[in-house]
């Protein structure tokens, strides 16, 4: 069965800085894997998704992430926050498809002015 | 376009009590999923049902039962509620296996 590690439960970041959140996921073949982001008491909204092709993928509002195979990594990065940013954020694993998905524990972000 | 539809956003029952969350979708999607998410564990399956007419247990089905009532729409039924269902449940859709999934507004549940 596949598993997600979000590794940090809590990142704060300056508005305008980098932002880096980690997702590292147990599956044997490529695997379906999403970023999700959650606003408080909403429904979680889909940043990007990677199921094949380029290893870099573009996602809504600024954010990009890069599938690893090597170090079983799909990473989530913006080169700039905003403080609308400030939210949880979930990494999934799909095991050959997007139907039933393993969601890591997630990384709360808070930005500061 | 409504998207994915919860009903009720919230409900406080009694242990015991039973009661059913409404889920509905207006994408003409196949596949819809029934999810819990609790502090500190992120989200995981309950249920789900691949196409019209089928059902499959996900991740934490016990004390849950599931209705496809049609393309549409997809219930989730407690028929006995215990204080470890309090939660948040959220609501799911997709074309497929290979399309992403949305997801509705979410019901918290709080089980006395």
């Known amino acids: 069965a596949q598993s997600v590690t979000q590794p940090d439960i809590h990142i704060t970041v300056s508005e305008g800085a980098s932002l880096e959140l980690r997702c590292n996921y147990s599956y044997g073949a490529t695997p379906y894997l999403f970023w999700y982001v959650q606003s408080p008491g909403q429904g979680l909204q889909l940043l990007l998704k990677y199921f094949s092709g380029d290893t870099l993928v573009q996602g809504i509002k600024g954010f990009e992430a890069e599938f690893k195979r090597s170090q079983s990594s799909f990473n989530l990065r913006k080169p700039s926050v905003h403080w609308s940013d400030a939210a949880e954020y979930f990494c999934a694993v799909g095991a050959g498809s997007a139907r039933q998905l393993t969601f890591g524990s997630g990384t709360q972000l808070t930005v500061l002015p | 376009n409504a998207g994915v539809t919860q009903t009720p956003k919230f409900q406080v029952l009694k242990t015991g009590q039973s009661m059913t969350l409404q889920c509905a979708q207006d994408m003409n999607h196949n596949s819809m999923y029934w999810y819990r998410q609790d502090p500190g564990m992120g989200l995981r399956l309950i249920y789900y049902s691949a196409s019209e007419g089928t059902t499959d247990k996900g991740e934490v089905p016990n004390g849950y039962n599931v209705s496809r009532l049609n393309k549409r729409e997809f219930s989730l039924r407690l028929e006995s509620a215990a204080p470890s269902q309090t939660s948040v449940y959220f609501c799911?859709?997709?074309?497929?296996?290979?399309?992403?999934?949305?997801f509705g507004p979410g019901t918290r549940l709080t089980v006395l």
């Open positions: 799911a859709s997709n074309r497929g296996s290979t399309d992403t999934q949305y």
